[in-house]
């Protein structure tokens, strides 16, 4: 069984976006890029609600292009390019996804139950409305939270209301520039 991660920056009030969506407040550091950089390498497949495909697939597949683009960023840019992706959306068409990626516009819960039963390896999960099924499922193996120190005071929540309780474990704390305290929870099962 495939193990599926949840990870992303988030305010120390626990918001991925404040009001308007802004993430401006989450640029990370240089350091921090890498270990994201390094999760995507040791990430098999990432499956993406709408509005974070979006997001993702307006900048990296030139983002190695720009003149400005750091090694860390060229590095991830093809990285993402590459990396097999799945897209869960009843609203986005087929010609809009590329870049390995394919397009899942049924029921999402059932499509990630029957990617995490098949073999391969780790799969990562992004967007706050997929994430949040996923949730609500008790599909998600481990939580990866890069806490930015700023309260945003609203906005896109990382952790979707849920009915029953999950208990974790810490299995990882990692300090960053900038004071960003990075921690990773198992889910006990």
Avoid: C
Avoid at 144 to 170: R, S, Y
């Amino acid at each position: 069984m495939r193990k599926l991660i949840y990870g992303m920056n988030v305010s120390l009030d626990g918001y991925i976006a404040a009001p308007g969506d802004d993430i401006g407040w989450s640029t990370p550091s240089d350091e921090l890029f890498r270990f994201w950089s390094d999760q995507l390498r040791a990430t098999e497949l990432t499956l993406y609600g709408r509005k974070l495909w979006r997001t993702m697939s307006s900048h990296w597949p030139t983002a190695d292009q720009r003149p400005d683009a750091g090694p860390a960023e060229v590095e991830f840019a093809r990285r993402w390019r590459e990396m097999a992706k799945v897209v869960f959306s009843s609203t986005i068409d087929e010609d809009e996804v590329d870049w390995n990626t394919r397009l899942v516009t049924g029921d999402a819960v059932a499509a990630i139950t029957r990617l995490k039963a098949s073999n391969g390896g780790p799969m990562d999960i992004g967007g706050a409305t997929l994430a949040g099924a996923a949730m609500r499922a008790g599909l998600i193996d481990e939580y990866v939270i890069a806490a930015h120190p700023v309260l945003v005071g609203g906005g896109t929540p990382f952790f979707a209301d849920l009915a029953d309780q999950v208990d974790l474990h810490l299995v990882e704390t990692r300090t960053f520039p900038g004071g960003v305290l990075l921690t990773r929870y198992e889910t006990r099962r």
